[in-house]
Nanobody, 115 residues
Framework: QVQLMESGGGSVQPGGSLRLSCAAS????????MGWYRQAAGKERELVAV???????KYADSVKGRFTISRDSAENTVSLQMTSLTPDDTAIYYC?????????WGQGTQVTVSS
C-alpha cells in the first residue's frame, strides 16, 4: 500500500502562484508515474501534469507554459509549481501515483483563484 500526503493548496489572486507537493510513503516497490489531476465543481477529473518515468512528461494544454511538474526520486515526492493562475484553475488538485500496476490517489487539496 502507498499513502500520499499532499500540501500547498490555498487561495490566491489571479496572476499569483502556488506550489503543491505530494509525498509518497508506505510499501513502495516501483513507481512508474507521478503527477497531478484536478476536479473543478461540476466537472470531471482531468489530467494536469504527469511524469511517466523514463518516457515522457505530459501537461494539459490549458496549463502549458504556466505549470511545471518536478520530482525528487530519492524522497518519492512530486511537486507542481503553478504560476499565472486564473479563476479557471480553481479546483481540487489530486496527487496521483502509479506503483506496481496500481493507481493511488491523494485526498485532494483545494486551490482557489479569486480576486
Amino acid at each position: 500500500q502507498v499513502q500520499l500526503m499532499e500540501s500547498g493548496g490555498g487561495s490566491v489572486q489571479p496572476g499569483g502562484s502556488l506550489r503543491l507537493s505530494c509525498a509518497a510513503s508506505g510499501i513502495i516497490r516501483s513507481i512508474s508515474a507521478m503527477g497531478w489531476y484536478r476536479q473543478a465543481a461540476g466537472k470531471e477529473r482531468e489530467l494536469v501534469a504527469v511524469m511517466t518515468f523514463g518516457i515522457t512528461t505530459k501537461y494539459a494544454d490549458s496549463v502549458k507554459g504556466r505549470f511545471t511538474i518536478s520530482r525528487d526520486s530519492a524522497e518519492n515526492t512530486v511537486s507542481l509549481q503553478m504560476t499565472s493562475l486564473t479563476p479557471d484553475d480553481t479546483a481540487i488538485y489530486y496527487c496521483y501515483v502509479y506503483e506496481t500496476l496500481r493507481d493511488y490517489w491523494g485526498q485532494g487539496t483545494q486551490v482557489t483563484v479569486s480576486s
